[in-house]
């Protein structure tokens, strides 16, 4: 008998939304039409994912294009009943700034915890006010946005997560954002513009992964930082701060950050950090910090200086990995005998691996490589990669040579 | 199964727990497995049943014994703390093999245990049935039954109490069935092409041109390119500043998609769709509308 073998229309209201919500919004839809039992399953699902992937439209006609999602994405939000946990838009043949305003101010009047949107084509989307009277947001991640709340708001009381890739906002709004919304764990900012320095004030920030330009980073009351990921994507420091002889900018940046775990140093972040004086140890070593990744430039001397002065402040270190910037590398001279120096003891306890990468072979290069190594008594594995076949050859013949100081070292070559 | 039951220690110093089914019949699992299930642990703990034969937990009336198996089998693996992501995937994508009415009760069980893991992993597996397929198919599948008239599913969803959206919907679908009935009677052969089933759905997901949409044909555009690990200049850097510059995509040139040296890094898309592309890509659009084509980043 049919009642006896359909399994699926008895599950309970949360496991059927759980299915539904994990199908395509149309399959979701679709399902209104199988029997009576599953005319309104669909219109309870918490998630709504309006993507490329979800919804395809064939047309060459951009305007029946846009028209045809605008009008769907109306007729689910009309039908849909009951609360929209998660909402996610992000077709790129959307391009109907009033329409997602008023989805927005369709969506403020719920509870919506995550809410993600990616306008791929246009100007930056100027975010309507009611975004931000989204009481309940936990999660937020924009795409080509601007952002410009209303003067009286004050945060997302909520918010733990928050992700915002080109976007542009204002120093004072950024920095208000930041530190109003007290709960946040997980910080994502790449390619902004509006605002150049990171004052980044979150007692419960987790992870920080930052990439774009900026001229100074700051953080505050961020004790339970342990993932920092920083690119600075514009090579040449900027002068003002140089002539302004300013204060060590590698000694500020560690003074809070006490529990960091995770460090990346990409792009030319580390000509950030050269900027000031470049103390030879930090005052509290970094205890806490297993692994690291720099992005250097070996012919340069300040970026040495610091690199040298983060991996003597570093004892713990698990993992290492250095990563050359090619490019560079022919501008100046080698550099003379800076890591070759015997003064420069340091011990790596507990490093085991240890990645290099886009190096030329050339004089400093190798001498960090014979540092790390003579300091390593419990490495396992060196892994070195040329950024060119050039000199490939000289590279390992050089490496062979290398003391180690742990004999079950294994250093190994790969093809560039 | 449980044999003479006393609630002897056993040489090797096992714990066993007593379960009982809704039929009545009785089984012994070792402790560190059933604890894997909250809603026996939680007994456990609260109540202190299940140390012997007499004392069995009695069991939520959706869990019968073969099933019960299953789930303890889910346990038992999983339990054990060693396992790689990589070996825990390759045996759920094992285990869930069975026919739609056993994963069904499967599911139904797991969620009387509050046994959460298994039941994401059954309802994707639901989901996976059920995605891309027709109506009929899927009637078919779980067997459901054929209940709705004709009419009604072309019939808006109506409201209850009759929201002022809802009736302007239902004028909206009124127009559209008078549009299908005139279609009918000029060409009765076009509308027999069209599945009956699908008409009202597409109705509703494609309200232009009412056109039968095949959910098969959905691509799987290529993720917008969010930089996420690597921000290193080996791309370009010129690009840098210029930004602004490659949001402005002009609408007339689809495939206007100048150096390309994005590196494929996902953009934050929820795990859960990228489960099911198994898609044909039925309108090639060009592998450009990457709008995220910043060289520097």
């Known amino acids: 008998m049919d009642m006896e073998l359909d399994r699926i229309s008895s599950l309970p209201g949360h496991v059927v939304d759980q299915i539904l919500s994990v199908l395509p919004i149309r399959d979701a839809v679709r399902t209104s039409n199988l029997s009576r039992k599953w005319r309104y399953k669909w219109s309870h699902i918490p998630h709504l994912v309006f993507d490329t992937q979800c919804i395809s439209i064939t047309s060459e006609d951009q305007t029946i ?21 998660k909402f996610k838009l992000s077709h790129r043949d959307l391009l109907g700034v009033s329409d997602i305003d008023r989805w927005i101010l369709h969506l403020s009047r719920g509870s919506t915890k995550e809410f993600v949107l990616e306008i791929w084509k246009g100007q930056r989307y100027k975010l309507p006010s009611c975004l931000y009277s989204f009481e309940n947001l936990i999660h937020l991640e924009l795409f080509n946005c601007l952002l410009k709340p209303p003067l009286a708001f004050k945060g997302f009381r909520n918010l733990k997560s928050l992700d915002l890739q080109h976007v542009t906002l204002a120093q004072e709004v950024f920095e208000n954002l930041i530190s109003s919304c007290s709960l946040l764990e997980r910080l994502t ?45 514009v090579n040449g420091i900027n002068d003002r701060n140089v002539s302004r002889g300013s204060s060590s900018k590698l000694l500020r940046f560690f003074v809070n950050l006490p529990h960091i775990r995770r460090l990346e140093i990409q792009s030319y972040f580390i000509k950030y950090l050269a900027i000031g004086k470049i103390p030879s140890r930090l005052p509290k070593s970094c205890v806490d910090l297993n692994y690291i990744s720099i992005r250097i430039n070996f012919n340069d001397l300040e970026e040495n200086s610091v690199a ?99 004999i079950h070292a294994e250093v190994i070559y790969l093809e560039p | ?75 038992r693996f999983h339990q054990v703390p060693g396992r790689s992501n990589k070996e825990r995937k390759t045996f759920d994508e094992k285990f869930i093999r069975m026919d739609t009415k056993r994963l069904c009760e499967l599911t139904s069980a797991a969620d009387s245990l509050q046994l959460k893991p298994l039941v994401d992993l059954t309802s994707r597996a639901l989901a996976r049935i059920i995605e891309g397929k027709t109506p009929e198919e899927i009637r078919e599948t779980f067997h459901l039954p054929d209940d709705l ?33 005139e279609r009918e009677k000029l060409k009765d052969v076009e509308v027999e092409e069209e599945h009956a089933d699908d008409r009202s759905v597409e109705d509703l997901l494609s309200f232009i041109n009412g056109e ?85 980043t």
């Not at chain 1, 930052?210 to 990921?229: A, H, K, P």
């Not at chain 1, 420069?344 to 990468?357: E, S």
């Not at chain 2, 009419?151 to 009759?162: A, F, G, M, V, Y």
């Not at chain 2, 390309?260 to 592998?287: C, G, H, K, M, W």
């Open chain 1, 65 to 85: 294009v846009k028209n045809k999602l605008v009008n769907i994405i109306d007729h689910v939000l009309l039908l849909h009943n009951g609360p929209i946990y």
């Open chain 1, 189 to 233: 900012l790449m390619n902004f513009d509006g605002f150049t320095h990171l004052k980044i004030n979150a007692p419960n920030l987790q992870f920080f992964d930052v990439g774009g330009i900026f001229d100074d980073v700051s953080f505050e009351n961020t004790f339970l930082l342990t993932l920092v990921s920083i690119g600075l994507y």
């Open chain 1, 308 to 406: 040298f002065c983060l991996l003597r402040s570093c004892p713990n270190l698990q993992e290492i990995e250095m990563l050359g910037r090619p490019e560079e590398q022919a501008a100046v001279g080698p550099l003379a005998d800076f890591w070759g120096d015997d003064h420069w003891k340091c011990l790596f306890g507990q490093l085991r691996l240890v990645k290099i990468a886009g190096i030329s072979g050339i004089g400093s290069e190798l001498d960090c490589i014979k540092f790390l190594l003579s300091n390593s008594p419990v490495l396992e594995q060196m892994t070195v990669k040329p950024a060119s076949s050039e000199g490939g050859w000289e590279l390992v013949k050089e490496l062979l040579r290398f003391r180690r100081a742990s």
């Open chain 2, 1 to 75: 199964m449980s044999d003479a039951g006393m609630a002897v220690v056993k040489p090797e110093m096992k714990s066993y727990i007593w379960l009982q089914t809704a039929d009545g019949s009785i089984q012994q699992v070792e402790e560190e497995v059933a604890m894997f299930c909250p809603m026996i642990c939680r007994e456990i703990i609260q109540t202190g049943m299940g140390s012997s034969k007499n004392y069995a937990i009695s069991l939520p009336q959706r869990v019968n014994p073969s099933i019960l198996g299953l789930i303890l089998d889910y346990c």
């Open chain 2, 149 to 181: 008239t004709e009419e009604e599913k072309l019939e808006p969803l109506r409201n209850i109490t009759d929201d002022p959206r809802i009736r302007l919907l239902n004028r909206l679908y009124a127009r559209k069935r008078k549009e299908l009935k």
């Open chain 2, 212 to 296: 039968d949409g095949d959910s098969k044909g959905c691509r799987t555009s290529k993720n917008k390119k969010k930089n996420r690990r690597r921000k290193d200049q080996s791309k370009d850097s010129s690009s840098n500043n210029s930004n602004e510059n490659q949001k402005k995509e002009s609408d007339t040139l689809p495939s206007a998609c100048p150096n390309d040296e994005v590196s494929d890094i996902l953009a934050a898309s929820p795990s859960r769709t990228s489960n099911f592309q198994d898609f044909d890509y039925a309108d090639i659009d060009d592998d450009d509308l990457d709008p995220c084509k910043d060289g520097g």
